[in-house]
Structures are given as structure tokens and as C-alpha cells.
């Protein structure tokens, strides 16, 4: 499939830019992250810039910013202000990518929060904020970049595309994260599942990834040890 734009949801600056790297040598033409935190933004711009000058990495702008179109051999990256959770905006994002190459061909959902709430102190607005940001982000994702995926054109002639969601090893068994997130990460499982099966026939692939804990200081408030 030859990648000619990407929408990518950040969350943090890390696995970005762990992607970002061989991403970016693969011929994608423009890569759209977002991030609800200015900071990692910047942090992303100012890394992309130095490992990659020749690569033109847009202003932080807000949803719905019109970026002139440029003649480039190396792809575009534009960091955009959003919230992951937000419908408007993600709307915005999809559609800014349609506007500007006139297609979408991987959406990586990998915005998420794993705040530490105990169960018998957490209430049902902590709850809410989780699978607001890790599992409402995810079904956003998938509705609006499916939708954008099945457009064609003379470059497109037929609908495809990837989408990723990250979900997480606490999705899938106990003991690996607190309660409210393990659900929230259980429920990207279960749409990466049912979105697959509900783009049986359109090209569109849907697969979610599950990264383990890997073991820290951090790994005390989760094992006590």
C-alpha cells in the first residue's frame, strides 16, 4: 500500500517517536500528531526538526489550521493541539488530512491516561475521564478514519487503509494495571475486534497492540515491590 498521509494521536512523545523514525523513510507523504499537552508537542517539533532537518514540521496549530501545500520529496509533519476524545476535533484532524492530500491511509490511535486508582478510592467521574480518554478516543478513531479511508479517487481508485488503536497486556488478563484503566484497554480490544468485523469487505484494517509493563520504579505502586 503506498502511504500518502497519516493521522496519528499522540499521548506521549516516546512511542511517537520510536514510530515516527521508520516511518518517515518509508515514503508517507504528511504525518498529522496531535496531542492534548503543548509540551509534548513542542518536545516532538523540536526533536523531528534536529533528527530531520530537511523535513518540513509545521507551527502547533489548532484544529481546523490550513497549511499551504508544498512540493516536497520529504513528507510533512504538522503538530496539532487536540483532544483525542473530542468528536469536533477529531473530525477536524480527519478532514484536514482529506483536504490536504485527499486521502487517509493509517490512523494510529494512541492517546491514553493510567492514572492510579485504587478501587475502593476511585468515583465514577475518575472512571469516566479513563474510558473517555483511552476508549472513546479509539471508537472516534475508528468511525471517523474508516469513513475518510473509503473515499476514492483516480489516485484511489478502491477503498483502503490501516488503523491502530493501542490497547494494552491489561486489556487482556489481570494483575497488569487498575481497574478502571484494565476495562478501558479491554474495550480497544473489543473495538479493534467488532471495527474489523464491521469493515469486512472495505480493505480497511483494524488491529490493536498491547504493550506489557516493563518493569520500573513506577512498577512499586502496581506490585509493591
Not at 29 to 51: F, G, M, R, T, V
Not at 167 to 195: C, E, M, N, W
Request: proline share 5%; with cysteine; aromatic share 6%.
Amino acid at each position: 500500500m503506498r502511504v500518502r498521509s497519516m493521522a496519528w494521536r499522540v499521548g506521549s512523545c516516546k512511542v511517537p517517536r520510536l514510530m515516527i523514525d521508520p516511518i518517515s523513510c518509508t515514503g508517507v507523504k504528511h504525518i498529522y500528531c496531535s496531542d492534548y499537552a503543548d509540551d509534548n508537542l513542542s518536545e516532538l517539533k523540536s526533536w523531528l526538526s534536529k533528527l530531520y532537518p530537511d523535513v518540513l514540521v509545521s507551527p502547533i496549530r489548532d484544529p481546523g489550521w490550513l497549511i499551504s501545500t508544498l512540493t516536497r520529496l520529504t513528507p510533512q509533519v504538522d503538530v496539532i493541539r487536540a483532544d483525542a476524545a473530542n468528536e469536533v476535533q477529531v473530525e477536524a484532524l480527519v478532514a484536514r488530512a482529506i483536504r490536504d492530500e485527499g486521502r487517509l491511509d493509517i490512523f494510529f490511535a494512541n492517546a491514553g491516561i493510567a492514572p492510579m486508582h485504587m478501587l475502593e478510592n476511585t468515583d465514577a467521574s475518575e472512571v469516566t475521564e479513563v474510558l473517555r480518554v483511552n476508549t472513546l478516543s479509539c471508537y472516534l478513531a475508528l468511525k471517523y478514519a474508516s469513513n475518510a479511508m473509503k473515499i476514492t479517487s483516480p489516485a484511489k481508485p478502491e477503498s483502503k487503509g490501516a488503523i491502530v488503536l493501542t490497547a494494552s497486556v491489561a486489556g487482556l488478563r489481570s494483575g497488569a494495571g487498575f481497574p478502571d484503566y484494565s476495562a478501558s484497554k479491554a474495550a480497544v480490544i473489543s473495538l479493534a475486534q467488532t471495527g474489523s468485523w464491521s469493515l469486512t469487505g472495505t480493505d480497511i484494517r483494524v488491529n490493536a497492540v498491547c504493550p506489557g509493563l516493563i518493569e520500573t520504579g513506577e512498577c512499586s505502586l502496581h506490585r509493591g515491590y
